[in-house]
């Protein structure tokens, strides 16, 4: 009997791994991922390249030509649009030629542009204080996949009688199967990781995590910090000086072009700090073991923060420039923020220093957080929702 064929077209496969991993006995599963490091981490989990597809956005794109870079800088302004619109014509030769049954994506923009013959289900990479769940790209859709409740019932107060129950699945999030199965790094990791990033052990560990839109383009602090380069080094020499800590910076992948900044690369040649260089790194396996390191979490809007919480992580959250972020179209409302919400740099020094003297700081309200936010917390949600994928191709 010919099994029925699965296309996973994929922003992340730490993530989707695990339910790949639950359907092959089934399913014909293939990937479809359109970053080159994603290839490679791929193959490292013995996935054969034929069941991988790679499509490179725009073909001339990453070209080392000078005329085609020259090229570049002229198209930089409208790359976004062109790098869609050639990901839709290879996704749409891919849905030709292999005949899916079901496409699942962890990405909800680009399949929602195509027009398929069999469902389309969308997770969302990430649990994000951002308008994820709440896109009108859902209604694209003929399966949402929810982390909980808490979604559920924010779609239906946002969009009332428009959207379809039915099309709602609260299933648990897949971001969250690697740290049920593994929530905390033992001694030897935790060593052999800290001598890899050059870091001391016996310290406290922050990271800051932003995401690349809560501030406007390129930006990871609020105007209000000033040259958000010298706010760095000032937050960098705080947790390394005054708290005798370890300091890591893991930007967002769309803002790579940052690490080249003098002042970033000055920071992270001191002692006691770390660069996580997500141009190279960007969604594998390695990004888990540093939210399991890390101590403190600073971040904004980003769905670091919700993994954060769930991992236990003491979560300072930076507020939004409302220029760029609407609190009443966020998937989770503003004050749904178990940890301290800062609005300049003294607030972060002064919640760091409270979470370094107080124990047990929001311990509470983390706890209703996960109740509410994530179904059945606990349980490896990949059981969940692999179930929920065999009755949809039954």
């Known amino acids: 009997m010919t ?43 013995k996935i054969s390249s034929e069941k991988i597809n790679y499509i490179s956005s725009f073909d001339f794109y990453n070209s080392k030509s000078f005329l085609i870079r020259l090229l570049k800088r002229f198209l930089k302004i409208f790359s976004i649009e ?13 849905d030709c030629l292999i005949k899916p049954d079901l496409w699942i994506t962890d990405t ?52 009332g009688n428009k959207i379809d129950k039915k099309k709602l699945v609260v299933a648990g999030s897949y971001r969250l199967a690697p740290f049920v199965k593994k929530k905390a790094l033992n001694n030897l990791e935790k060593k052999e990781l800290l001598k890899k990033f050059n870091l ?41 000086n005054k708290l005798n800590g370890n300091f890591i910076l893991k930007l967002h992948h769309y803002q790579n ?32 073991d540093i939210y399991r390191l890390s101590d403190i979490i600073i971040t904004d809007t980003s769905g670091v923060s919700t993994t954060g919480i769930f991992l236990g992580k003491k979560i300072i959250f930076l507020e939004p420039d409302t220029k760029y972020h609407n609190w009443n179209e966020a ?4 004050e749904f923020r178990p940890g301290f919400v800062c609005n300049n740099i003294d607030e972060i020094f002064i ?44």
């Open 257 to 288: 072009s940052l690490l080249e900044n003098d002042k970033i690369k000055h920071i992270f040649n001191n002692k006691n700090n770390y660069v996580f260089n997500s141009k190279y790194e960007h969604q594998v396996e390695e990004n888990g």
């Open 351 to 394: 919640s760091l220093k409270k979470y370094l003297n107080q124990k047990n700081l929001f311990l509470n309200e983390r706890e209703k957080f996960l109740e509410e936010m994530f179904f059945e917390h606990e349980k490896d949600p990949t059981i969940k929702i692999s179930n929920s994928i065999r009755k949809i191709l039954n």
């Open 3 to 45: 099994k029925k064929k699965i296309l996973f077209l994929a922003d992340s496969t730490n993530d989707l791994h695990d339910l790949y991993n639950n359907l092959i006995n089934d399913y014909d599963v293939y990937w479809v991922v359109y970053y080159k490091d994603l290839v490679e981490d791929l193959k490292k989990k």
């Open 82 to 94: 062109i790098d869609k619109i050639s990901l839709i014509k290879k996704i749409k030769k891919i």
């Open 331 to 334: 998937d989770i409302k503003s």
């Open 108 to 159: 909800g923009g680009i399949l929602a542009k195509i027009k398929t013959k069999a469902l389309k289900c969308q997770f969302k990479h990430s649990t994000t204080y951002k308008k994820y769940f709440l896109n009108k790209n859902i209604f694209d859709y003929d399966y949402i996949f929810l982390p909980g409740v808490y979604h559920f019932n924010r779609i239906l107060e946002f969009y």
């Open 200 to 240: 001391l052990e016996n310290k406290i560990n922050v990271l800051f995590a932003p995401t690349h839109d809560a501030f406007g383009k390129l930006r990871f602090f609020h105007k209000n910090f000033g040259n958000q380069f010298d706010a760095l080094q000032k937050i960098s020499d705080y947790i390394v």
